[in-house]
């Protein structure tokens, strides 16, 4: 018979789902011979008890031409499970009855097999990629503190001893040490921005909102734009987790915001769900093309997208980024309060 060259299993059952055809690939596919099980019921003969009643409804629809089998997990004659990938047609009368349904069922164990390593891989980048953002934000918090402590110390030392030297110098001396102290003030002004980009001392100590407002007056004096915050109320500090990844998405936006919007007005928008934590940070800027620019940030001609698409997803957030041209860019992020991977 045709049927039983084909290189998948046919059965071919009546509405009900009463077996008629088993071929020959069924046969080494199953374990049963088309002798044992034509007259029995499908899902009898393939299914574990706890899923036949489940099987039965699958195939009442299938016989309403309602939906398709789908993939399941079956039962060989040996009691081993073999999972599969099924389609159906229904078979019909000259009146449009269904008469009959033929099922096409094939072995994807290897599908799943690639797709379960895939997954596993997948989580253990996840899971290396949050270690190294964690180890990342450790070594900011390590970095900034050193500059602040140690170099700015060092920086002021210097600076008093020059303040120092000059009372006691001719005029000519006096004017030189002037332009070290400037220098000197300026090197302490520099360290003290590197240390606050590197990791701002408020986030630790004073939280989220603190380092939000900071940083968002920081961003609009550099840039020129009126800025607003509005913040829900937070009774308790939030996961550390959550604050590091919320402030670096806010960080990233507003710079953004500062090299390429030319924006007039920046609104930043927090606010916390029952399971989740919200950053909106919304400007009136030129706008952009977004799908052009996740095209570049799949090339690596921008990081920026990049590295908030990725905190965000591993921290099991979700992003979305609206941009109109000459209207302005939305960023919306919802943060899980769970979250607990990226410190």
């Known amino acids: 018979m045709m049927l039983d060259a084909v290189e998948q299993a046919v059965i071919a059952t009546d509405p009900q789902g009463q077996i008629l055809h088993w071929n020959r690939f ?16 499908i899902a009898d003969v393939l ?5 036949r009643d489940e099987g039965r409804a699958v195939l009442a629809a299938v016989s309403r031409r309602e939906r398709g089998p789908g993939e399941w997990v079956l039962r060989r004659r040996d009691g081993s499970a073999v999972p599969v990938n099924a389609s159906s047609t229904c078979i019909l009368d000259d009146d449009g009855e269904v008469i009959g349904i033929v099922g096409v069922s094939w072995d994807i164990t290897e599908k799943k097999r690639i797709e379960a390593e895939l997954r596993e891989k997948r989580e ?8 190294l953002l964690e180890a990342q934000e450790t070594e900011r918090r390590a970095l900034a503190r050193e500059l602040h402590d140690d170099f700015g110390q060092t920086l002021t030392a210097i600076r008093l001893n020059l303040e120092s030297a000059r009372r006691g110098v001719t005029d000519d001396a006096a004017q030189h040490l002037a332009v070290g102290v400037a220098l000197v003030d300026q090197a302490i002004e520099q360290v003290r ?10 986030l630790d100590d004073l939280g989220l909102v603190a380092a939000l407002r900071w940083l968002l007056k920081r961003q609009s004096h550099c840039a020129g734009f009126v800025a607003r915050l509005s913040a829900g109320r937070f009774d308790a500090r939030l996961p550390a987790a959550v604050e590091t990844c919320v402030f670096r998405l806010a960080q990233e936006a ?25 950053i909106v940070v919304r400007d009136d800027g030129k706008g952009f093309d977004v799908a ?34 000459n209207a302005g860019t939305t960023v919306d992020a919802r943060v899980p309060l769970c979250a607990a991977r990226v410190a």
């Open 254 to 278: 507003l710079t953004n915001v500062v090299r390429h919007a030319c924006a007039k007005n920046v609104k930043l928008e927090l606010s916390a769900g029952e399971d989740h934590v919200r």
């Open 124 to 131: 253990q980048l996840q899971a290396l990629s949050g270690r």
């Open 26 to 41: 069924a046969e080494r596919l199953y374990g049963w011979t088309a002798a044992q099980v034509t007259g029995k019921n």
């Open 292 to 325: 052009a620019a996740r095209h570049r940030a799949e090339r690596g001609s921008t990081l920026g997208l990049v590295s908030m698409q990725e905190r965000v997803a591993l921290i099991g957030g979700r992003l979305e980024i609206r941009s109109i041209s």
């Open 193 to 202: 921005s590197l240390a606050l980009h590197l990791r701002p001392a408020m």
């Open 47 to 51: 299914l574990d008890p706890s899923q």
